[in-house]
Antibody
Framework: EVQLVESGGGMVQPGGSLTLSCVASGLTFKTYSMNWVRQAPGKGLECLSYISGNSNTIYYADSVKGRFTMSRDNAKNSLYLHMNSLTAEDTAVYYC?????????????WGPGTLVTVSS | DIQMTQSPSPLSASVGDRVTITCRTSQSISNYLNWYQQRPGKAPKLLIYLASNLQSGVPSRFSGSGSGTDFILTISNVQPEDFATYHCQQSYSTPPWTFGPGTKVEIK
């Protein structure tokens, strides 16, 4: 069974930085593209970034481009999201999710999420 | 960017009802449309992929249809555990893909 577990969330001041991690198990991690998705309180889902299995391809949403950096360490079965210049609008639950294959353009499964709160 | 809308929201239903949720996109996306269910406090769960394909383990009362710009998620014989929020997502464009605003299915 594939399992994803995010960590690293917490409270941070405006303008601060935070790095989220996602550890995967039950799959050959290096063969899967991954996504970060967030959900602000009471709001919908927003895809933030995508990374291919070999890290050669990375995409970002305009809302985080230049502030967030997605990376992965396949030896550690781990995915990361380094977030800079955080504002209150970045307050959300952050999820990592698997893209099952290049032709399987959907997200499954998802981790349980980690909450990031940006507040002074 | 591909814009997405969902209707209605919220949607009130009773156990045993048949409900339909519509997702519309601002341009044609062929069948690159996925549906997710999200229960309160939980992560989204894939229900339907590529517009009409039922994910393994999902009850057959869920079904999806549509192509181009108009898509429908149908829940026949709504069960108590189906009261949740449903999100559509397009995967036609270059990632990151976009989601609709979500439809909350509430108990009438």
């Amino acid at each position: 069974e594939v399992q994803l577990v995010e960590s690293g969330g917490g409270m941070v001041q405006p303008g601060g930085s935070l790095t989220l991690s996602c550890v995967a198990s039950g799959l050959t991690f290096k063969t899967y593209s991954m996504n970060w998705v967030r959900q602000a309180p009471g709001k919908g889902l927003e895809c933030l970034s995508y990374i291919s299995g070999n890290s050669n391809t990375i995409y970002y949403a305009d809302s985080v481009k230049g502030r967030f950096t997605m990376s992965r360490d396949n030896a550690k079965n781990s995915l990361y999201l380094h977030m800079n210049s955080l504002t209150a609008e970045d307050t959300a639950v952050y999820y990592c999710a698997v893209v099952p294959a290049a032709i399987k353009r959907w997200l499954d499964p998802w981790g349980p999420g980690t909450l990031v709160t940006v507040s002074s | 960017d591909i814009q997405m809308t969902q209707s209605p929201s919220p949607l009130s239903a009773s156990v045993g009802d048949r409900v339909t949720i519509t997702c519309r996109t601002s341009q044609s996306i062929s069948n690159y449309l996925n549906w997710y269910q999200q229960r309160p406090g939980k992560a989204p769960k894939l229900l339907i992929y590529l517009a009409s394909n039922l994910q393994s383990g999902v009850p057959s009362r869920f079904s999806g249809s549509g192509s181009g710009t108009d898509f429908i998620l149908t829940i026949s014989n709504v069960q108590p555990e189906d009261f949740a929020t449903y999100h559509c997502q397009q995967s036609y464009s270059t990632p990151p893909w976009t989601f609709g605003p979500g439809t909350k299915v509430e108990i009438k």
